[in-house]
């Protein structure tokens, strides 16, 4: 872990190179830093280096004007997780006005890690953080699809290792991630068709830990989204052989299985 250290990438540019989302962005962050006078948290996903960048010095600016600080910490891995949470967590001067939080892990598995540690403890010790940090916290996370499709990897593994409760943890994360991005842009073809196999993958586990009620909810759900899909879209975003597989997985398993 590194603090106040440059983002990798991150040579400021005007920003008119930058995407013009960094504008709504800022223009929302800097509403948070001007008007919240207490501890205020917000999460920046799928960001580009020079657009952290950018967003950075402009806090930075913004904070030398009223002759305040902004931090930066970096998580190069998940071993740097716990010294992070304890910076966060130790007394700060009043004259801190943000910090900013990112990771320059080398893949996306490894980010899904980094991410997954970090808001595990960040949610266990919400009421401590808040306390203690005087303002704003700012969370440079990847996209939530990234992250999803990361923890889905993870899971894969280890449920070919026998690590089933892991594995439905991981896989249930991501479900959780992917119910969110349909509740966020809506029932696009994509949101629709992650959102079918993150349910699949779960009940594939709870089908092999014998929860078969909750498998065949879980299988029943998935098909249902599938459905809606083949029917929205059709091919190619909707494969008759994968509809029917989970067709063929509800019709597997009788209802009231467990009870018997």
Known sequence: MTTDEPLAGSTRRAARGLRQDVETVWSRLRAEFTLQDRFWIGFLFGAEAPEVAELVARSRD????????????????????????????????????????????????????????????????????????????????????????????????????????????????????RRRIRTTYGDTPESLRDLSISLDKVAGIQQQRGQLDEALNAYTEALQWYALLDERYGPPFADPDELAALQDAVASIPPNSSAR
């Open 62 to 177: 913004l904070a030398l004007s009223e002759v305040r600080r902004v931090d930066v910490i970096t998580l190069h891995g998940p071993e740097d997780v716990s010294p992070a949470l304890g910076r966060l967590l130790a007394p700060h001067a009043e004259d801190l006005a943000m910090t900013w939080i990112a990771d320059v892990g080398s893949s996306l598995t490894e980010r899904a890690q980094i991410w997954t540690r970090l808001l595990r403890r960040l949610n266990e010790r919400r009421d401590a953080l808040r306390e203690a940090h005087p303002r704003g916290l700012v969370l440079v996370c990847p996209s939530l699809r990234d992250l999803s499709i990361s923890l889905n990897k993870v899971a894969g593994i280890q449920q070919r290792r026998g690590q089933l409760d892991e594995a439905l943890n991981a896989y249930t994360e991501s479900l959780t991630l």
